[in-house]
């Protein structure tokens, strides 16, 4: 994984360790989705603080909004996830 879930936390600001399973499932699927977007496989020392960036922000959206999400917050989220990881991706596996 790209991140920890000590990093995520102390972004989240959480304390205690009642979370963890889902906080690393978050962490799992985010950075999955980041490897699905741009068709690579990030390894872990060698990610771009620009990707853990957007793999944090993922997690951190999910998280604070795993009830109910308003589409404007999550395509804001969205918008700003696709911004940071664009760089990043392998044009030439797209097509």
Do not use: W
Request: hydrophobic share 40%; proline share 2%.
């Amino acid at each position: 994984m790209i991140l920890t879930v000590d990093e995520v936390k102390a972004h989240l600001r959480i304390e205690d360790d009642d979370e963890d399973a889902y906080l690393e499932s978050l962490i799992r699927q985010g950075q999955a989705v980041a490897e699905d977007y741009c068709r690579v496989s990030f390894e872990t020392d060698t990610v771009a603080q620009p990707v853990r960036l957007a793999v944090l922000l993922f997690v951190s959206h999910y998280y604070e909004n795993r009830d109910i999400s308003e589409r404007s917050v999550y395509n804001a989220m969205m918008t700003a996830f696709h911004n940071l990881l664009y760089p990043y991706r392998a044009v030439e596996k797209m097509f």
